[in-house]
């Protein structure tokens, strides 16, 4: 069984940063695909990006690229991943989810391939 713990949400003022960090337990973390999820209230869970095992590649969904600066990575040592969010805007206060997938490929965006998820973090934006 993998737990995700995540940490690092909070409230923040429009324009601001946060750095998401989801610890792992699993030992074999490095051969797992991650992402990150979000779901704002009354929305569906919306995928945020994800990063391959090696780290070698990245993927952001294409409502998130263009609206705030935003980065994946990994430490495989320290069994974390990190989301990086700078010029945040209200619209994205969510709740964030970080997952883990054994399957491996560029754009693993469906919650459904993800076999394990953290508690979630909240992320508020206000204006």
């Known amino acids: 069984q993998v737990q995700l713990v995540e940490s690092g949400g909070g409230l923040v003022q429009a324009g601001g940063s946060l750095r998401l960090s989801c610890a792992a337990s699993v030992r074999t973390f490095s051969t797992y695909t991650m992402g990150w999820f979000r779901q704002a209230p009354g929305k569906e869970r919306e995928f945020v990006a994800c990063?391959?095992?090696?780290?070698?590649?990245?993927?952001?969904a294409d409502s998130v690229k263009g609206r705030f600066t935003i980065s994946i990575s990994r430490d495989n040592g320290k069994r974390t991943v990190f989301l990086q969010m700078n010029s945040l805007k209200p619209e994205d206060t969510a709740v964030y989810y970080c997952?883990?997938?054994?399957?491996?490929?560029?754009?693993?965006?469906?919650?459904?391939?993800?076999?394990?998820w953290g508690q979630g973090t909240q992320v508020t934006v206000s204006s």
């Open positions: 990063i391959s095992w090696s780290a070698d590649i990245t993927y952001y």
């Open positions: 997952a883990a997938s054994l399957q491996h490929g560029p754009k693993l965006a469906a919650s459904y391939l993800y076999d394990y």
